[in-house]
C-alpha cells in the first residue's frame, strides 16, 4: 500500500464547482503539503499544515482553502473552480526536520471546464 | 520570482554515458538541496540531497555537487540506463522556510540506446 493516498487519481468538473481532493498517509508524519503542478512551472507551494492545529498559506493559496482533519488526512478544497486551476495535484508528507526529504503521493490531475 | 532554476526543459543521453543536469538557485538562505525524479503517472520520488555544509554527495550511480559561491548544484548519473528516462526536479529549503521546498521546472532526461 502506498504511504501517500490521494483521492480521486482524476476529476473532470465544471466552473463553479466545490472540490475537494483528499489525502492521506501511513507515515505518521506531521507535516504535510499540498502543491499543484503546472507545465514549465515546477510545483508550487500550495499550503501546508505542522499538526493538525497549524495551517499555514504556501505560495499560491488564493482560490483553496484546506483541512486537516487528524494527523494523517489533509484536504484541499477549490471553493469555486475555475479553468486556471486546471493542473496537476500533489500531497505531501515530511519529517520533523527541514533537512529531511518529502514523500509525495501519485496525484491528482484535475481538469476544470 | 523563480528562486530555483533548471534551464535546460530536457536532455537525451545515450546509455552508459553520463547524465549532468543543472540546477541555479538564487536565495542564499537555502542550506539543503534535493533532485527528485518523476515518471508519468506518478507523484515525484526522493534521490538525493546534499546540505550546504558538502559541496558532495554520492549514491550509488547518482552524485550531487553543490557550488556555493555560484548557486549552482548539479546531478550526475554514470552510467545512464532506460530506467533513468524520467523528468528530474531540483528542489530547495532554507532556514528560513520551515521544510517547505522550492521546486524548479524540471529537466526531462530520455535514455537512449
Known amino acids: 500500500d502506498a504511504d501517500v493516498t490521494q483521492t480521486p487519481r482524476n476529476r473532470i468538473t465544471k466552473t463553479g464547482k466545490r472540490i475537494m481532493l483528499e489525502c492521506s498517509q501511513t507515515?505518521?508524519?506531521?507535516?504535510m503539503y499540498w502543491y499543484r503542478q503546472d507545465p514549465g512551472l515546477g510545483l508550487r507551494l500550495i499550503y501546508y499544515?505542522?499538526?493538525?492545529?497549524?495551517?499555514n498559506k504556501g505560495e499560491i493559496s488564493d482560490g483553496y482553502s484546506v483541512s486537516r482533519q487528524a494527523q494523517a488526512k489533509f484536504s484541499l478544497s477549490l471553493e469555486s473552480a475555475i479553468p486556471n486551476q486546471t493542473a496537476l495535484y500533489f500531497c505531501a508528507t515530511g519529517g520533523p526536520f527541514s533537512n529531511q526529504p518529502q514523500h509525495f503521493g501519485d496525484g491528482t490531475r484535475l481538469s476544470i471546464l | 520570482d523563480q528562486q530555483v532554476k533548471q534551464n535546460s526543459p530536457s536532455l537525451s543521453v545515450q546509455e552508459g554515458r553520463i547524465s549532468i543536469l543543472n540546477c541555479d538557485y538564487t536565495n542564499s538562505m537555502f542550506d539543503y538541496f534535493l533532485w527528485y525524479k518523476k515518471y508519468p503517472a506518478e507523484g515525484p520520488t526522493f534521490l538525493i540531497s546534499i546540505s550546504s555544509i558538502k559541496d558532495k554527495n554520492e549514491d550509488g550511480r547518482f552524485t550531487v555537487f553543490l557550488n556555493k559561491s555560484a548557486k549552482h548544484l548539479s546531478l550526475h548519473i554514470v552510467p545512464s540506463q532506460p530506467g533513468d528516462s524520467a523528468v528530474y526536479f531540483c528542489a530547495a529549503s532554507g532556514t528560513d522556510s520551515w521544510g517547505k521546498l522550492q521546486f524548479g521546472a524540471g529537466t526531462q532526461v530520455v535514455v537512449t540506446p
Open positions: 499544515s505542522f499538526d493538525v492545529k497549524d495551517i
Open positions: 507515515k505518521g508524519h506531521d507535516r
